[in-house]
């Protein structure tokens, strides 16, 4: 075991926690970053912050409401099933329910912090034309309305277990 003391902070999307991580690792003179987002562990996608703080070692997890919704999925599974599923064990089915749930939320994320990285270089939103603005709109409640309908359906195969 590595770290003394640990914290997980819990961000609404993509986006906040690109700002979340880099506003703690400027906090900090002695900071490792384990990135599990584009390289998730069994699945498991967050940023964790390995941090030195007088002279003692703090862990923080930086994740988002779908990563964290995902990890409570996860959890839940090894409880009730199989306490090596977290690992990469466990049944055949269930492996391969947490691995399209863990693409699904890394899709989810792209597609959010695309638009936000769109829309950091655009004009401000009054400038452009009214069918911009309108197509903007449009991709934000779809966006939004796909982020529910997966934040539904984790929440629900959690409750099912």
């Known amino acids: 075991m590595q770290d003394i003391a640990g914290c997980r902070l819990l961000v609404s999307d ?7 991580v880099e506003a703690l690792s400027r906090l ?8 599990r987002r584009e390289c998730p562990s069994y699945g498991y996608r967050a940023v964790h912050l390995i941090v030195t703080s007088h002279g003692k070692v703090i862990e923080i997890q930086v994740r988002t409401s779908l990563q964290h919704l995902w990890a409570e999925l996860s959890e839940k599974f090894s409880d009730v099933v199989d306490p090596t599923i977290k690992y990469g064990g466990g049944g055949e089915r269930i492996r391969e ?3 399209r749930a863990s693409d699904g939320v890394a899709l989810e994320e792209l597609a959010e912090k695309q638009l936000a990285d769109i829309l950091a270089n655009s004009p401000p939103q009054d400038q452009l034309p009214e069918d911009l603005r309108q197509e903007i709109t449009a991709n934000r409640e779809r966006l939004s309305s796909c982020k529910q309908q997966l934040t539904d359906l984790l929440a629900e195969l959690i409750a099912g277990i």
């Open 14 to 20: 993509a986006a906040n926690q690109e700002r979340v």
């Open 28 to 35: 900090f003179d002695d900071v490792t970053i384990v990135d």
């Open 97 to 99: 329910l947490l691995a």
